[in-house]
């Protein structure tokens, strides 16, 4: 595939994402992916992409990127004052760029992970059934790393749109996030401070990445009678673990298995919430039924396929 | 809701090897419960449940994820609900027993220990007030059980490490171990399939690469199954090294 865009500065972070790696977390392969999915999707249906389409995750921005290749382009997620050659545009909206153009990201303003998407995708081979950085396996995107300046990256190769296309509202992020969550998988370890944790509020500390965010409060206490540590159990995305310390680390994509125990599991459907928080940022933990969690999150799908088809018509 | 899940699953079989146990990871993923502690007979029933799961095909199955006394089912909640999932699961733990699932192999790990590629090796038999000869006789006469894979991909927690092996990790860790690096921390064994920082006291180096994305499968074991380390000299180590990069 021809090279689609040159990175000549990688920011505060440039990884490529996809939707994620789900064949090999027997072997301990991470999912990966998009820790926004809301976002990268939004992006990849504004340039009329799939949805598994790779894009660039930008974590608090401050990239800067040359087109080697005509594409349309959309930049979703954290506001990061996004200009083009030298001019303001705006975000979740298609844009034409042109072979030269330049494309700079300053330092995110709102939310804390950008998404780009360009026409056909970031075309880097697929490893594992995905194209997502692994940067502890040190596998997908390019050589399984943060991207660097000078990277080269193939892609734009399909049918550029006949129309640009927007996303008719703009996602604006809080900085409190309450994220909604179902108890265990071992809650039943926390029966005397399950209720004042889902009353706490807790802060992002700056020690977050990929891994997990890192949260600060209120100490959580398993009971008396609970085991301080487990042997390792698999772990799921959004897993709220309780170190011994008691300060929660949240899970995001990039752990397999886990030894530590997890009070709560924030839900699939607003995974993606996290992904735009900042350091200092509150959280609170919203406590939902699986029946009822697990219906959130059909609506939640629901409303995912009604934006693709939205944005797929041209109404924007 | 923890309880939904926990009463479905009273169709399991009440034996109790085979008592399974379900608790919810949240909207797509269910953890069964096998017992608790690092076990082989445990492992045993996580190993064969795990390939019975596999081995349904179910569509509403999407990942089967086992480890040392649990296993996670990723399944799509449009498809099957948590209830009737952990009442499937229980049936099938109850014949567990009974089913024929694929043998546990146990894979041969060609090792060359001490000098530069196990750099600690030393300082594990004075540790351990042992011969280094004495070490490597004793590292690589037992086979390790691989109870689960993690950590890093293709990262084996292994279990069955001789006593006499047993060496606290280092004071300060390695800002780059080597991969194929094959340590010691505390009373556990393993290898790191990548290179990263490490904190074990290394005593040998594999030539083979353990983890390689683009080989199917990527990696040679599977949970379950058994390591045995063979010691090689040095000579050796290079010709295997230079045939893996060919």
Redesign the interface.
């Known amino acids: 595939m021809k090279p689609g865009l040159r990175i000549l500065s990688p920011g505060l972070g440039l990884t490529v994402q996809d939707l994620g790696r789900?064949?090999?977390?027997?072997?301990?392969?991470?999912p990966s992916g998009a820790v926004d999915d809301y976002a990268h999707r939004v992006a990849n249906w504004l340039v009329g992409n799939e949805a598994a389409c790779a894009t660039l995750e930008m974590t608090m921005g401050r990239a800067r990127i040359e087109w080697l290749s005509e594409a349309d382009i959309a930049v979703t997620g954290a506001a990061m004052g996004l200009r083009l050659n030298g001019m303001g545009r705006r975000q979740w909206i298609s844009l034409r760029v042109r072979p030269g153009d330049v494309l700079e990201l300053g330092v995110a303003e709102n939310g804390c992970r950008g998404y780009l998407a360009l026409t056909g995708g970031i075309g880097v081979p697929e490893?594992?059934g995905s194209r997502s950085t692994?940067l502890?396996?040190?596998?997908g995107g390019l050589g399984g790393r943060f991207l660097a300046a000078g990277d080269l990256l193939p892609g734009g190769c399909q049918p550029l749109l006949p129309e640009p296309r927007r996303l008719p509202w703009t996602p604006v992020y809080p900085e409190h996030h309450l994220l909604r969550a179902?108890?265990?998988?071992?809650?039943?370890l926390f029966q005397s401070w399950i209720d004042r944790f889902f009353a706490a509020t807790f802060t992002i500390s700056p020690q977050s990445d990929r891994m997990g965010c890192r949260l600060s409060g209120p100490a959580v206490e398993r009971d008396a009678a609970a085991p301080a540590g487990i042997?390792?159990?698999?772990?799921?995305p959004?897993?709220v673990q309780i170190p011994a310390d008691g300060q929660p680390i949240l899970l995001l994509r990039e752990?397999?298995?886990g030894g530590y125990t997890?009070i709560a599991?924030?839900?699939?459907?607003d995974l993606w919430r996290i992904g735009q928080a900042r350091p200092g940022d509150t959280v609170r933990f919203v406590r939902v039924?699986?029946?009822t969690?697990?219906r959130l999150?059909?609506q939640w799908?629901d409303f995912l396929g009604q934006t693709e088809r939205l944005l797929a018509a041209g109404l924007g | 809701m923890n309880r939904a899940v926990d009463n479905s699953s009273k169709t399991a079989n009440q034996n109790a090897s085979s008592v399974v146990r379900f608790r919810v990871s949240g909207d797509r993923a269910l953890i069964a419960v096998y017992g608790d502690g690092i076990d082989p007979a445990i492992n045993e029933s996580v190993r064969r449940m795990s390939a019975l799961i596999e081995a349904m095909r179910h569509p509403a199955i999407e990942a089967v994820v086992p480890s040392y006394c649990t296993l996670a089912v990723h399944y799509d909640p449009d498809q099957i609900d948590p209830a009737a999932l952990s009442s499937l699961l229980g049936d099938l733990a109850a014949h567990a027993k009974e089913a024929a699932v694929p043998r546990a192999i146990t894979v041969e790990i060609p090792i060359c220990y001490g000098g530069e590629f196990g750099p600690d090796l030393d300082a594990v038999a004075a540790h351990n007030r042992l011969a280094l000869e004495e070490i490597i006789r004793l590292h690589s006469g037992s086979s390790y059980r691989i109870y689960a894979i993690g950590f890093t991909p293709g990262f084996c927690y292994l279990g069955g490490l001789d006593p006499r092996l047993h060496t606290p990790r280092l004071a300060t860790p390695r800002l780059q171990v080597p991969a194929g690096s094959v340590g010691i921390a505390g009373a556990q064994t393993g290898i790191y399939p990548q290179a990263s920082p490490g904190g074990w006291q290394l005593i040998g180096r594999t030539p083979l690469s353990l983890f390689a994305p683009e080989r199917e499968p990527p990696v040679c074991y599977r949970p379950g199954d058994s390591i045995r380390f063979r010691p090689i000299p040095a000579a050796a180590f290079l010709h295997l090294a230079r045939e893996a990069n060919r």
């Open positions: 789900f064949g090999a977390r027997h072997l301990g392969v991470p490893v594992m692994c502890g396996g040190k596998l179902i108890a265990g998988p071992h809650d039943h042997v390792s159990e698999p772990v799921v959004g897993n752990q397999t298995l997890s599991t924030v839900l699939s459907a039924s699986l029946d969690g697990q999150a059909g799908r």
